[in-house]
């Protein structure tokens, strides 16, 4: 009796010790990767449905996360925890997008989001994904960027004056810009006096927040826009142009607050008649509706705009 009554037992935990081994071989390779900080990579972040990832900036405070599908995916982050960003898939069958996140400084940080679902199976997951600042985020000459450098202060102090310090205390007697020359609404950007020395341009600009709330700035961009010629006619065309250097007074801008800077670029050799030089300036939560303000392509010989 005792016999049979063993074997019930050993009949009914069947399927439990199943489900148990089941669950224990769906156990994702988890992994903790360690990265530098690179302008020229683009890092892979491995997700899985119900799981979710940590990406850390390891002295850096993210400023905003943009994300390229956020029907799929979900991006988290806190003021209380200014280093973490979690992400996490939000739909059941695989999929892949891009996130950019920004920091606090204005370096960039792009990601490819891989998630392969509920059905990977023995798949690995990167549960953190930190990220180390490297020894210096200076631009080499050889390796031009996209990205650029940490925004400084202008009045701000250190072991000597940067190339855009020089060249701000040399646009330092800018008039004020007249209304006509600001682009935007919400968003106001003008650019002021220019300076050219051989291909190498200064910029100084101007930001003025007109909107009724505080608003964080983006890294300025520089770029050569034009109009396409292939077979879309008005199809227009923007080729993003390495940054050197910028400095900002104040990314923060109150309503009515308005910050200046200064942006150091390598201008290219030529251009098409119809492209133009474009200074890019944009909000941290609305980066995909920049304001555009024109760079002559060449500076008056006064220095001028």
Same mark, same amino acid.
Request: one cysteine or more; charged letters at 25%; aromatic letters at 2%.
């Given at each position: 009796m005792?016999v049979?009554?063993?074997?019930l037992?050993?009949i009914?935990?069947?399927?439990f010790?199943?489900?148990?081994?089941s669950?224990q071989?769906?156990?994702?390779?988890a992994k903790i990767?360690n990265?530098t900080?690179?302008?020229?990579?683009v890092?892979?972040?491995?997700?899985?449905? =119900?799981? %979710?990832?940590?990406v850390? &900036?390891?002295? #850096?405070?993210?400023? +905003?996360?943009?994300l390229?599908d956020?029907?799929?995916f979900?991006?988290e982050?806190?003021a209380?925890?200014?280093?973490l960003?979690?992400?996490?898939?939000?739909?059941?069958k695989?999929?892949?997008?891009?996130?950019?996140?920004?920091?606090?400084?204005?370096?960039q940080i792009?990601?490819t989001?891989v998630?392969e679902?509920?059905?990977?199976? =023995?798949? %690995?997951?990167?549960?953190? &994904?930190e990220f #180390?600042?490297?020894? +210096?985020f200076?631009?080499?000459a050889?390796?031009?960027?996209f990205?650029?450098?940490?925004?400084?202060?202008i009045?701000?102090?250190?072991?000597?004056?940067?190339?855009?310090?020089?060249?701000?205390r040399?646009l330092?007697?800018?008039?004020?810009v007249?209304?006509?020359?600001w682009e935007?609404k919400?968003?106001r950007v003008?650019?002021?006096r220019t300076?050219?020395?051989?291909?190498e341009m200064t910029?100084?600009f101007f930001?003025?927040?007109s909107?009724?709330?505080t608003i964080e700035?983006?890294?300025?961009?520089?770029?050569?826009?034009?109009?396409?010629k292939d077979?879309?006619?008005?199809?227009?065309?923007?080729?993003?142009?390495a940054?050197?250097?910028?400095?900002?007074?104040?990314?923060?801008?109150?309503?009515?607050?308005?910050?200046?800077?200064v942006?150091?670029?390598?201008?290219?050799?030529?251009?098409?008649s119809?492209?133009?030089l474009?200074?890019?300036i944009a909000q941290a939560?609305?980066?995909?509706k920049?304001?555009?303000?024109p760079?002559a392509f060449?500076?008056?010989t006064?220095g001028?705009?």
């Open positions: 005792k049979c009554l063993s074997l037992h050993v009914a935990l069947a399927p010790l199943g489900l148990l081994a669950a071989v769906d156990v994702p390779q990767v990265l900080l690179d302008r020229n990579e890092a892979v972040l491995h997700l899985r449905t =119900g799981y %979710v990832s940590s850390r &900036l390891s002295g #850096e405070e993210v400023s +905003s996360v943009v390229g956020v029907h799929a979900k991006a982050h806190s209380a925890e200014p280093q960003v979690f992400f996490k898939p939000i739909v059941t695989p999929s892949q997008t891009n996130a950019l996140i920004t920091t606090s400084t204005g370096h792009s990601l989001l998630s679902g509920v059905s990977g199976r =023995g798949s %690995v997951v990167d549960y953190v &994904l #180390e600042r490297p020894r +210096s200076l631009i080499e050889a390796r031009p960027s990205l650029i450098a940490d925004t400084k202060t009045d701000s102090h250190g072991d000597g004056p940067t190339k855009a310090a020089m060249k701000e040399d330092a007697q800018e008039s004020s007249s209304p006509s020359d935007g919400q968003l003008a650019v002021g300076q050219e020395n051989a291909q910029v100084k930001v003025l927040n909107s009724p709330r700035l983006l890294p300025p961009q520089i770029q050569l826009a034009g109009t396409s077979k879309h006619k008005g199809a227009i065309k923007a080729e993003p142009l940054i050197k250097e910028y400095r900002l007074t104040s990314r923060r801008l109150p309503p009515g607050g308005k910050t200046e800077g942006v150091v670029f390598e201008r290219p050799a030529f251009k098409e119809q492209e133009r474009e200074l890019e939560d609305q980066v995909d920049p304001v555009l303000a760079i060449v500076a008056n006064g001028s705009k």
